[in-house]
């Protein structure tokens, strides 16, 4: 049942639009000659935003010793690509937070799967000493985001795809492209192209499940593509799909990650689950 491309995309343009203050965020936040007094301005327009935010920032994933209790010092205390993830988090909460049938995630699922997947992929970030950091953050935060869309396809051949992924001996992932035609993934490119998000989130959100297919941004996408599976082990919000698309090792070679990396990452986002607040 090959889908067509232009069904896709009217699928894609049906979906609410992100919010105008977080693409001014993100827009702002490319431009060096930006001041931390324009984005508190911008993001204390929308007081959605700034809630959460400061919310965000205040969790024990940041860690900071005091509380945060005002946008300008969010901003300063954290830096520009630290606000644009916590303002895309914002943004993509009411789409993340809805149930996803196809994929059987409930409701909230997708937005905690994609959360523990945006802390995995800075904390590999910090441990391998890359440079992605924030911006990891927020492509690990938008990874999945291709299943708001395509779910309804795979909610028509669900049944199909479980039986034959042990036969065909391919990853869910590769099922999706053989059975559907695209796999979320590549739909999660399309959309945030839609979205006019740089090129470096939409290749690694197009690529995560085939990081060294990437042209340009091969590294993050591998990036990407572990924590991901990192998030998938620990068993909390992810889909059918989650111990069926495993961590590949042209991935972990790119990036020259031994398996006890991989044990302290996970070590570490199991005491972030310990404050109640994380997926508020």
Known sequence: MPVKLEHILKRIQALPPLPTSAMRVIALTKNPQ??????????????????????????AYYGYARRISSLQEAIVVLGFQATQGLAMASAVAPFLKTQIVGY???????????????????????????????????????????????????????????????????????????????????VGGFLAKGWNLPNDLVESISY?????????????????????GLASLLGIGGGVDSFLNPIKQEALDLLSIKESNLELIISDLGEFLLDPTIFS
């Open 208 to 228: 995560h499940h085939a990081p060294t297919s990437s042209q340009n941004h091969a590294e993050l996408a591998s990036v990407i593509h572990v924590a991901n």
């Open 34 to 59: 930006t001041s931390a007094r324009e984005l508190e301005h911008v993001i204390g327009q929308d007081p959605a935003l700034a809630a959460g935010m400061l919310r965000q920032a205040n969790s």
């Open 104 to 186: 059987e995630i409930e409701h909230d699922g997708l937005w905690k799967h994609s959360m523990l997947t945006a802390m995995a992929a800075k904390s590999l970030c910090r441990k391998l000493k890359l440079p992605y950091g924030d911006v990891a953050f927020t492509a690990g935060l938008l990874h999945d985001i291709g299943k708001l869309v395509i779910s309804i396809y795979v909610q028509e051949v669900g049944s199909y795809l479980l039986e034959k992924v042990t036969d065909a001996k391919l990853s869910y992932v590769e099922l999706e492209e053989k059975v559907i035609g695209f796999n979320h993934a590549t």
